[in-house]
């Protein structure tokens, strides 16, 4: 268990850091780590989302044939009286900043900026490839260790 804590918390620390480059995250967003999301339980995510006020990003983990690691990424954002809900997003680098894209029959993408998430109405030009540019980054980034501390107040909880 402890071993997927800490694999989970090096994602989280690559995720933020590619998000928010050198900036600090404030209230209003943050990112989470958990079990895969079925229905239900986004319903759930959204609710937190609602009651926190604060804009989710969550990254689902589970066992694959490669070990324990991030197998998606779902946004929750709570705006006006409704919870935005997209699940199956994937990060993309376009030039120096990575972005948020929803599935591709959804319009835009998201950028994070430290209190909330934006949504922005069109998909970059070269969304697809700058998927396959953060999946190299975040590897890297994962495999070095990046920390993102002073960026964000990491904490954790896990069952057991």
Not at 28 to 41: N, Q, R, S
Not at 57 to 75: C, I, K, N, P, S
Request: hydrophobic letters at 40%.
């Amino acid at each position: 268990m402890s071993n997927e804590v800490e694999i989970a918390t090096r994602y989280v620390h690559a995720v933020t850091h590619m998000l928010l480059r050198r900036r600090t995250m404030q209230p209003g967003v943050a990112i989470v780590a958990g079990e895969p999301l079925d229905a239900a339980k986004r319903v759930g995510l959204g609710q937190m989302a609602r009651q926190a006020d604060t804009d989710i990003v969550h990254l689902a983990f589970d066992h694959t044939d490669r070990g324990y690691e991030m197998v998606g990424l779902t946004v929750a954002a709570p705006r006006n009286i409704a919870v935005y809900s997209y699940p199956n997003c994937r990060l993309s680098l376009i030039g120096r900043r990575t972005v948020i894209m929803p599935p591709e029959h959804v319009r835009g993408h998201f950028v994070l900026e430290p209190h909330e998430l934006i949504h922005k109405p069109a998909k970059p030009d070269g969304w697809d490839e700058g998927i396959r540019r953060a999946e190299r980054q975040l590897v890297n980034l994962i495999a070095h260790g990046i920390v993102a501390h002073g960026q964000i107040a990491l904490h954790t909880l896990a069952n057991g």
